[in-house]
């Protein structure tokens, strides 16, 4: 990710992520890089690799993109519904990072005597679960369908390591992440 720039979260195409995908564990990596590189070189100025679970916990969803044909005057345009999520990266979740390479765990991981933990982290999980959408093509909106989550609240312990003597500053949840999906804030902006 270019810094300064878009940190916060990222398009994640046609696939939601998680901890686990056909029976693997799945880890995501994020590097911040200059967005403006003295010369050809672009270095990364800090790192963070993360257990899916940390982003989303869910391992039962499975994306499929779906189609409708029939649409515009003359019937023979084929809407395709192409689902792009937007995700937090762990730089809109958490502070401490910046110029830090740092590995986030959920807490059942072991890790060597080298690391070094510098954060506890937790997740909760939301009162309610998008299950469905409805877009209307004439006024362009687009209305979740919720249910309630019957693990509302529920908590996702990680923690964040480091390798080294010196761990550098530690690793917090942030009090205000990223605005939770559902609301009627515009990511298009972006």
Not at 44 to 64: P, R
Request: glycine letters at 8%; a negative charge.
């Amino acid at each position: 990710m270019a810094y300064p720039g878009r940190e916060v979260n990222y398009d994640s195409n046609s696939q939601v992520p998680s901890g686990s995908h056909n029976g693997r564990t799945i880890f995501y990596v994020f590097g911040r890089y200059p967005a403006e590189p003295d010369g050809d070189s672009f270095p990364v100025l800090d790192l963070v690799i993360c257990h899916g679970d940390f982003l989303n916990a869910d391992h039962e969803y499975v994306h499929k993109n779906k189609n409708v044909k029939g649409f515009g005057s003359y019937g023979d345009i084929m809407i395709r519904d192409r689902k792009m999520y937007v995700a937090p990266t762990p730089f809109g979740l958490v502070s401490g990072v910046a110029h830090n390479q740092t590995l986030i765990l959920p807490e059942s991981f072991s890790v060597t005597k080298e690391f070094q933990n510098v954060g506890r982290l937790v997740r909760r999980e939301a009162d309610l679960l998008i299950v469905g959408y409805t877009f209307d093509l004439r006024k362009n909106t687009l209305k979740p369908e919720t249910v309630s989550n019957s693990s509302a609240g529920r908590e996702h312990v990680f923690n964040a390591w480091r390798l080294g003597r010196r761990p550098g500053e530690p690793v917090l949840m942030l009090k205000n992440p990223p605005v939770p999906a559902g609301s009627d804030d515009d990511v298009d902006k972006e």
